[in-house]
């Protein structure tokens, strides 16, 4: 059974840092590539940002590029979103994606003052 289990989201100052980290297990993690999305209220869900399978291949939304780095620890099976220069705007419920095919509950980042 697929699954995912994301942690660490909060209540952070704007400026404030996070790191999030998502636990996978049921599948070959290390041949997959993963994605975090999230969702703001009211808004659709968007991807924040992707890693390849081996670690070697990353992307990111226009609006998070220089604030946050996507990583991944194939040995411990954990894909990790470190978020730094936080904004108001990026309160949501973050998502971590696996394209084997499935989601995590999500966890929620609350950035305010």
């Known amino acids: 059974q697929v699954q995912l289990v994301e942690s660490g989201g909060g209540l952070v100052q704007p400026g404030g840092s996070l790191r999030l980290s998502c636990a996978a297990s049921?599948?070959?993690?290390?041949?997959?590539?993963m994605s975090w999305f999230r969702q703001a209220p009211g808004k659709e869900r968007e991807l924040v940002a992707r890693?390849?399978?081996?670690?070697?291949?990353?992307n990111y939304a226009d609006s998070v590029k220089g604030r946050f780095t996507i990583s991944r620890d194939n040995a411990k099976r954990l894909v990790y979103l470190q978020m730094t220069g936080l904004k108001a705007e990026d309160t949501a419920v973050y998502y971590c994606?696996?394209?084997?095919?499935?989601w995590g509950r999500g966890t929620q980042v609350t950035v305010s003052s």
């Open positions: 890693i390849g399978s081996t670690g070697d291949s990353r």
């Open positions: 994606y696996t394209a084997r095919g499935a």
């Open positions: 049921g599948f070959t993690f290390s041949s997959y590539p």
